[in-house]
């Protein structure tokens, strides 16, 4: 899905939910660019642990409402380690809020991110199709990676944190990450030649 910053109308909503909390001019346009520079990281961090676009959408608005109200952006030492950590916080729980009663199984979650545009060569038709198809199966690839090693690879590779950064987000030691890093690479390597043997076949 296209998921976009957060608009004026939706911060105007942040601030009329309940918040006691009154920022001056200047925090308040500090705030505004700090939701449309990282709403997209927000997202991304709240899908990996989702896997559903449109309850990543609401995890973004309750991280930024959250951060709205208790100002602990502005002491943030690292903006991107700390808004990952909130937002991975917020998901779980949204996750357990909506996690079906015992006994229950429900179908998995087959909605994907969108994919990431091909280069802009003007490839004709058919190769964009084929393009995007690789680009859908390898996101449904890492959807399907179990949650302990999908989370960590998505915030390596996409969102460029650290061993350490994410070490401090999931709450593991930074070589646990290095493992977990190594072993959803190789799952996705071994994947990815099946699907090109597949294909050849």
């Not at 976009?4 to 942040?14: D, G, I, K, N, S």
């Not at 990676?145 to 061993?163: I, K």
Request: one cysteine or more; glycine letters at 4%; aromatic letters at 6%.
């Amino acid at each position: 899905m296209d998921f976009e910053a957060c608009t004026p109308a939706q911060l105007v909503r942040l601030r009329d939910r309940g918040s006691t909390r009154v920022l001056t001019r200047g925090e308040e346009a500090e705030f505004t660019a700090l939701v449309e520079r990282q709403s997209r990281f927000v997202f991304r961090v709240a899908y990996a642990v989702l896997l559903n676009s449109h309850d990543a959408e609401d995890a973004v608005q309750e991280t930024f409402l959250k951060l709205y109200h208790n100002g602990g952006w502005r002491h943030a030492k690292n903006e991107r380690a700390f808004l990952a950590r909130t937002a991975w916080r917020v998901a779980i729980d949204a996750r357990r809020r909506a996690s079906p009663p015992s006994g229950f199984t429900a179908a998995p979650q087959t909605h994907l991110a969108s994919a990431p545009e091909p280069p802009s060569l003007r490839p004709g038709p058919e190769d964009l199709l084929l393009a995007a198809n690789r680009y859908a199966r390898v996101h449904a690839m890492i959807d399907a990676l179990p949650e302990d090693l999908r989370l960590p690879l998505v915030l390596s590779s996409f969102d460029e944190l650290s061993s350490r950064e994410i070490g401090g987000i999931l709450g593991i030691p930074e070589g646990t990450v290095r493992t977990r890093l190594r072993r959803s690479r190789q799952v996705l390597r071994r994947k990815l030649a099946a699907m090109e043997e597949n294909r050849y076949a």
